[in-house]
């Protein structure tokens, strides 16, 4: 197994939880993918490119077309050591990707338009390619985090999605048992920890962070 990742303090913690993995501080782009893996069959490449420059939370400022294009490595991958799959995951706002304008922010007359070569890339490279947005809570996870997860795979083996397993507490789906209730973030909490309130903060919280609290 082979991680990579330009943040050392994010490679720090997946080597305390993996530390069988070769782990490689660099930017994605400086490894050689055949080298890294010492040519060997690889089986699975999964990508997780940084997502500030899709996300709604960005907000309007101009984007980093560098960061913005780091999804691009996948087809880098792709054509030099053909993995049987690839997975992407991201925030949903990634279908979204096209070509910035000249004021460095994304262009609403091309929205999508680079997300369709991306695609259309892989396709090319003989992968068959799929995406959907999931939730975490829909999965046993105890957050409403929605993503997009991208899977392409060239081994000729059918693109599955994995079913849902937890639902609205008022669903019919729960109440006749076919599905758990979702869990909630306090199931996950030691509440005898102790803990500054965030109502005792010296700097007031955001607006738009309190609306999500609140919600």
């Not at 077309?65 to 990634?94: D, H, S």
């Not at 979702?182 to 509440?191: G, K, L, N, V, Y």
């Amino acid at each position: 197994d082979v991680a990579i990742n330009h943040d050392p303090k994010a490679l720090a913690m997946h080597a305390a939880n993996h530390p069988h993995t070769a782990h490689y501080c660099e930017s994605v782009w400086d490894v050689d993918p055949i080298e890294v893996t010492r040519n060997q069959p690889v089986g699975l490449v999964w990508l997780s490119p940084d997502c500030k420059h899709f996300s709604k939370a960005k907000g309007g400022k101009p984007v980093e077309q560098k960061i913005r294009g780091l999804a691009w490595v996948a087809l880098r991958w792709a054509a030099t050591v053909r993995p049987r799959a690839i997975m992407l995951e991201n925030v949903e706002e990634f279908i979204t990707w096209g070509p910035l304008g000249q004021d460095g922010r994304p262009c609403p007359a091309r929205k999508g338009k680079t997300f369709t070569a991306f695609v259309n890339a892989l396709k090319r490279q003989g992968y068959a390619v799929d995406w959907r947005e999931l939730r975490a809570c829909d999965f046993g996870a105890p957050t409403i985090r929605k993503r997009l997860f991208l899977i392409a795979r060239r081994d000729g083996l059918p693109i599955r999605w994995p079913e849902a397993t937890h639902g609205n507490p008022t669903s019919d789906a729960v109440r006749r048992g076919k599905l758990l209730p979702w869990r909630t973030a306090a199931e996950s909490i030691d509440w005898e920890l102790p803990c500054p309130s965030i109502f005792e903060r010296t700097r007031p919280l955001a607006d738009a962070t309190c609306r999500r609290i609140a919600k």
